[in-house]
């Protein structure tokens, strides 16, 4: 189930292992979706403000925890790649320890501080209490998150795409049944909508790990390899800190444009959250893409193939690029009637700014792959600290729009800060990628 990507057509291979991961980012998404639809639907639009409300701080700390998991799996991948099976395990072995205090950490830490995020985010009367009782229960759920994401991405470092997806979609499954269950027939409002979250995720990580455990030999370890090793940890956190910086620097703009929205009132944070599922499910192919970049760049590094991260990247930059132009195209003929899903018919204004919000995105849907495909390119090749800057530049971006534009104005600035963003981001990525395909030419891989 393993699959090695340092021989054969780049193309295919990308191809091959998105596809996978575009499927279980979609169910992903979908039952995220079907979280704001139930939301919307049953509790009302102040609720699904409410959750909406809470995505930026979610984005800054489960982010990060993700951006861990991922920068864990690269030296695991370019041990695989390098078929040195002994440190493999090692890292393996060491990443138990760091999953686990990691996720302890976070757990406490963000459950005592998040009231008080809220009303630094200027977070709507009318919607603040909704929004504390949402986002404790989903930091509450930390642990559970970490444990089917670092089992995933140890698997994806393997290049196995496809066993994560199954239980992905056990996850969307679990958590739908969950939504109606606990909002619909047992009506505990959005708290019911997180606990179906963590929920769905708990399980889904367990029974990821059963299965490992059970077919996976590659990944079994012994007490030798569980053993604490400076140098291992250092590799790891000298990977996955960078990485789960670069989520939470990138959210930090999204905080500062967040608290600027929800000064405009709960409409406008209705329609930004409506918008912004539907952008996060088109957008899925583009982080799957992304993460097959990650593995392919780090077990060709790790196999010492650098002759074959240009016709990656080239592959990666047209599929990514015809799927972002079939979206745009959907998004223009479909965006309004999909909006619908969220709220009733009659919210005219809410339908109009989410499509606003949207369409203008999905004209920039191409540098956001590139964003994708060059940063996580850069990552798994080992050079993970260079791509914090992509961050900050989309921090930059969002927090100028966020201070400066959106009280200028409004609604219609808000809908370009992601686009901007984005390109800011390349501006910088372009060249930096560049820069190190020249370097490790000349003077080898680190």
């Given at each position: 189930?393993t699959?090695?990507m340092?021989?054969?057509?780049?193309?295919?291979?990308?191809l091959?292992?998105?596809?996978?991961?575009?499927?279980?980012n979609?169910?992903q998404?979908?039952y995220?979706?079907v979280?704001?639809?139930?939301v919307g639907?049953?509790l009302g639009?102040e609720s699904?403000a409410?959750?909406g409300?809470?995505?930026?701080?979610?984005?800054?700390?489960?982010?990060?925890c993700l951006?861990l998991?991922s920068?864990?799996a690269i030296?695991?991948a370019?041990?695989?790649?390098a078929k040195?099976?002994?440190?493999?395990?090692?890292?393996?072995?060491?990443t138990?320890?760091l999953?686990?205090g990691?996720?302890v950490l976070?757990t406490?830490?963000?459950?005592?501080?998040?009231?008080?995020?809220l009303?630094?985010?200027?977070?709507?009367?009318?919607?603040?209490?909704?929004?504390?009782?949402?986002?404790v229960?989903?930091?509450a759920?930390?642990?559970a998150?970490f444990?089917y994401n670092i089992?995933?991405?140890?698997l994806r470092?393997?290049g196995?795409?496809?066993?994560?997806v199954?239980?992905?979609?056990?996850?969307?499954?679990?958590?739908?049944?969950?939504?109606?269950?606990?909002i619909?027939?047992?009506?505990?409002?959005?708290a019911?909508?997180a606990?179906a979250?963590?929920?769905?995720q708990?399980?889904?990580?367990?029974?990821c790990?059963?299965?490992?455990?059970?077919?996976?030999?590659?990944l079994?370890?012994t007490k030798?390899d569980?053993?604490?090793?400076?140098?291992?940890?250092?590799?790891l956190?000298g990977?996955?800190?960078?990485?789960g910086?670069?989520?939470s620097i990138?959210?930090?703009?999204?905080?500062v444009?967040q608290?600027?929205?929800n000064?405009l009132?709960?409409?406008?944070?209705?329609?930004?959250?409506a918008?912004?599922?539907?952008?996060?499910?088109?957008?899925?192919?583009?982080?799957a893409?992304?993460?097959?970049?990650s593995?392919?760049?780090g077990?060709?590094i790790?196999a010492r193939?650098?002759?074959r991260?240009?016709?990656g990247?080239r592959?990666?930059?047209?599929?990514g690029?015809?799927?972002?132009?079939i979206?745009?195209v959907?998004?223009?003929f479909?965006?309004?009637?999909?909006?619908?899903?969220?709220?009733?018919?009659?919210?005219t204004?809410?339908?109009?700014?989410?499509?606003e919000?949207?369409v203008i995105?999905?004209?920039?849907?191409?540098?956001?792959?590139a964003?994708n495909?060059?940063?996580?390119?850069?990552?798994?090749i080992?050079?993970?600290?260079?791509?914090?800057?992509?961050?900050?530049?989309?921090?930059v971006?969002?927090?100028?729009?966020g201070?400066?534009?959106?009280?200028?104005?409004?609604?219609t600035?808000?809908?370009y800060?992601?686009?901007i963003?984005?390109?800011?981001a390349?501006?910088?990525?372009v060249p930096?990628?560049?820069?190190i395909r020249?370097?490790?030419?000349?003077?080898?891989?680190?």
């Amino acid at each position: 189930m393993t699959k090695d990507m340092t021989v054969g057509s780049p193309f295919k291979l990308l191809l091959k292992f998105s596809i996978p991961l575009i499927f279980g980012n979609i169910f992903q998404q979908f039952y995220s979706t079907v979280d704001a639809i139930i939301v919307g639907r049953f509790l009302g639009k102040e609720s699904l403000a409410a959750v909406g409300s809470t995505g930026s701080i979610c984005f800054l700390i489960i982010g990060f925890c993700l951006g861990l998991c991922s920068g864990f799996a690269i030296p695991v991948a370019q041990s695989f790649g390098a078929k040195n099976f002994e440190d493999m395990r090692r890292y393996i072995g060491n990443t138990v320890w760091l999953s686990i205090g990691a996720s302890v950490l976070f757990t406490l830490v963000t459950v005592v501080f998040c009231r008080g995020i809220l009303l630094i985010m200027s977070t709507p009367e009318d919607i603040i209490e909704e929004a504390y009782i949402y986002i404790v229960i989903i930091f509450a759920g930390i642990p559970a998150t970490f444990l089917y994401n670092i089992m995933a991405s140890l698997l994806r470092a393997l290049g196995d795409s496809r066993t994560p997806v199954i239980f992905l979609v056990l996850a969307s499954v679990i958590n739908i049944a969950l939504d109606l269950f606990l909002i619909v027939v047992i009506p505990m409002g959005v708290a019911g909508a997180a606990i179906a979250t963590i929920t769905s995720q708990l399980v889904s990580g367990i029974a990821c790990f059963i299965f490992v455990v059970k077919k996976f030999h590659i990944l079994h370890i012994t007490k030798q390899d569980l053993k604490i090793r400076p140098d291992i940890i250092r590799d790891l956190l000298g990977m996955g800190i960078p990485m789960g910086l670069q989520s939470s620097i990138t959210a930090l703009g999204a905080i500062v444009l967040q608290a600027s929205v929800n000064t405009l009132g709960s409409i406008a944070v209705a329609a930004v959250t409506a918008a912004s599922r539907l952008s996060g499910f088109f957008s899925t192919a583009f982080d799957a893409i992304g993460i097959a970049m990650s593995t392919y760049g780090g077990q060709n590094i790790g196999a010492r193939k650098v002759e074959r991260l240009n016709p990656g990247l080239r592959a990666g930059m047209i599929i990514g690029s015809v799927y972002a132009v079939i979206s745009l195209v959907v998004i223009i003929f479909f965006g309004k009637p999909m909006t619908t899903l969220f709220v009733e018919a009659s919210e005219t204004e809410i339908i109009a700014k989410s499509y606003e919000y949207l369409v203008i995105s999905a004209f920039f849907f191409i540098p956001l792959a590139a964003v994708n495909i060059f940063r996580l390119l850069i990552q798994g090749i080992g050079y993970s600290k260079m791509a914090i800057c992509a961050g900050i530049c989309e921090m930059v971006a969002r927090g100028f729009i966020g201070v400066f534009l959106v009280p200028a104005f409004g609604f219609t600035a808000a809908c370009y800060s992601s686009p901007i963003a984005w390109v800011l981001a390349d501006m910088f990525l372009v060249p930096a990628y560049c820069y190190i395909r020249r370097y490790i030419s000349q003077w080898g891989v680190r």
